[in-house]
């Protein structure tokens, strides 16, 4: 199947009598409409997915911003696939990585992640924004109340500390207004750097090792959405105005040689503030929802509260196409993926599969179970894993061609060697027996000796004991014979 990219976005109405928006996957070189996945309205940072690999379906969450409820999808069919009754209506959500844990966070500032494994408050006020990083050892909050907060989910989903309060790793708290959005670098936790949007107009890059701040970019506006190049070289930041700023974070200087290097810009820590121009601005023209770069960021794709997605090209700044579809509607959710492989309608033929019925007998959907309302911990004890076992790497088409004959005879005469008795088995097991025979004759010749040792030391001291007992007796009559002659005298 050739590698296809395909633009994920998804949409939400801005009035109930608009109807309810969809999730939809789009071809990036026509804007072509693939599919869609109806009856959601989920609204920014309220939209989460996996892509189907490792011989497993792909799917899709949406919460619902009016109702306490999370929708799943799966690539396979365009309806919904599960509801999921959550304990209160969430804020924003995130999956990991691997699809192994979730999280959402809702207006009360409460964070709750896994089966339900832990829940607590995480900050004073509504919660942004959540995002895990690249190897889903830490859970990135931002709220309402300017904080920006790492937690470590080996501890939120320990055991032993399941009573305890949970605790942040540390707190980010440069920020003066609401946190808008967040952006993790690349790299395992804690060696990786996070983009933090405020209102206060804003952006920071953050060392996550050293926990420090690194450098303030300051803009004219607000921002709202972020993009961050894969390779951290720049960055797109969006304000609710239309107003797109590229932000470079390396120039390019002469040395003394005249010869042009690289050089980053900025590191210098909190006092390190950066005013950004309008040199490299992208002036789109409707509110801007949010950003996302193309698979290979040359590209740079723009959703707004129209309903347009734009797509831009990075370096020149030129608008390259416009996906009109989803007028009348908000974007609220961008991203860029392969096309999955069990794409309903759009089947790989070379997963020889004659019907899309049987599509789930070779790629398995992942399973989803129902998330608990609660904590409780019999039921967490209780409760079963679904893991399915990954593809091997290679196939071969005779498994006989991994071995030569002569080896597999080989085996096969080690493992039949067992069942059968040899002559030279018989001798070593015939001289076995004859040495225990041996051993235990010599340990009844001494224990008969340990007896009579042991009936001799009895019988003398039974004698000793005896004797000592008459002598005393006699003694005792010899003196009251003479205790008597006294008397009568």
Request: contains cysteine.
């Amino acid at each position: 199947m050739p590698l296809q990219e395909t633009i994920l976005c998804a949409t939400a109405s801005a009035s109930t009598s608009a109807g309810s928006g969809s999730i939809s996957l789009h071809d990036f070189k026509n804007g072509a409409s693939l599919v869609s996945f109806k009856q959601t309205n989920s609204g920014r940072h309220c939209t989460s997915y996996i892509e189907s690999k490792n011989a497993q379906g792909g799917i899709l969450l949406a919460a619902q911003p009016d109702k306490s409820l999370l929708h799943v999808y799966n690539f396979q069919k365009d309806q919904i696939s599960m509801k999921i009754v959550l304990p209160e209506k969430l804020s924003c959500i995130v999956l990991d990585s691997q699809g192994i844990y979730f999280a959402g966070g809702t207006a009360q500032g409460r964070v709750a992640s896994g089966i339900l494994y832990n829940s607590w408050d995480a900050h004073y006020r509504q919660v942004n924004v959540l995002r895990f990083t690249q190897d889903s050892a830490a859970l990135i909050s931002g709220s309402d109340d300017s904080g920006v907060s790492v937690w470590s989910v080996s501890r939120l989903v320990d055991e032993d500390l399941q009573n305890d309060l949970p605790l942040s790793l540390f707190n980010l708290s440069d920020h003066t207004l609401p946190v808008t959005d967040i952006v993790c670098g690349v790299g395992a936790f804690p060696k990786c750097r996070i983009l933090t949007a405020s209102v206060d107009h804003s952006v920071k890059i953050w060392d996550l090792s050293s926990r420090t701040l690194l450098t303030t970019f300051m803009f004219p506006q607000a921002i709202s959405s972020l993009a961050w190049d894969i390779t951290e070289r720049l960055f797109f930041a969006a304000s609710a105005d239309g107003s797109v700023y590229q932000v470079n974070l390396f120039k390019q200087r002469e040395d003394k040689t005249k010869s042009h290097i690289s050089e980053a810009i900025g590191g210098g820590g909190v006092s390190d503030v950066i005013r950004v121009s309008d040199e490299r601005l992208i002036v789109v023209g409707q509110p801007v929802t949010c950003l996302t770069f193309s698979m290979t960021s040359s590209s740079l794709l723009v959703g707004t509260s129209t309903g347009l997605i734009h797509i831009y090209d990075v370096p020149t700044h030129q608008l390259m196409r416009t996906i009109s579809t989803h007028k009348g509607f908000g974007i609220t959710y961008l991203s860029t993926m392969l096309k999955p492989v069990d794409l309903i309608g759009h089947i790989s033929l070379t997963l020889n599969i004659s019907s899309s019925n049987d599509t789930r007998d070779v790629i398995p959907v992942r399973p989803v179970a129902a998330f608990q309302r609660m904590r409780d911990v019999k039921s967490r004890e209780l409760h079963e894993v679904s893991m399915l076992l990954p593809p091997q790497e290679h196939a071969f088409e005779d498994e006989f061609t991994l071995c030569s004959e002569e080896s597999i005879l080989r085996d096969q005469a080690y493992f039949l060697k067992s069942s059968t008795s040899s002559d030279e088995d018989t001798a070593a097991l015939q001289t076995r027996v004859t040495d225990l025979e041996a051993e235990v004759s010599l340990l009844h010749e001494q224990l008969g000796r340990a007896k009579g040792v042991n009936d001799l030391m009895w019988e003398n001291v039974v004698q000793k004991m005896i004797s000592q007992s008459k002598s005393k007796s006699v003694t005792g009559s010899g003196e009251d014979e003479r205790a008597r002659k006294r008397s009568r005298s």
